[in-house]
């Protein structure tokens, strides 16, 4: 699995390098987000999906292990996307009212700063 993580100020970027979130990466994914919430006091998180074209339900729920885990440590997740199949599984799924969703790092950066 190909992501990386940087640090802008206070906000933690996740950005996944794949074109799938699915079950053959969820599970890593999974992973690197409890990691992540281990090893550093996270409290904005960006999970940075651009590259990713298409995404399955265990895609979804690597999502919302993040989001259960950074709102835990009373903190905020924002997800970006533009890909049109991704937009329109969480649209279904109503994720979008779980996670504010934006099309751009620079939108979602914004947001996150604002907080």
Known sequence: MNFTTQRIEDIVVFTLNETKLDANNSGLVKAEF???????????????????????????????????????????VCLVTSSEKVLSLIRITQLNKVLSVFDTLTDALQELKSK
Request: glycine share 4%; net charge negative; proline share 0%.
């Open 34 to 76: 409890t990691l992540l919430m281990k090893l550093e006091s996270v409290k904005k998180l960006i999970i940075d999906l651009t590259d990713v074209e298409s995404c399955d339900s265990t895609g979804l729920s690597a999502l919302l292990v993040a989001n259960r885990l950074v709102h835990a440590n009373d903190g905020d």
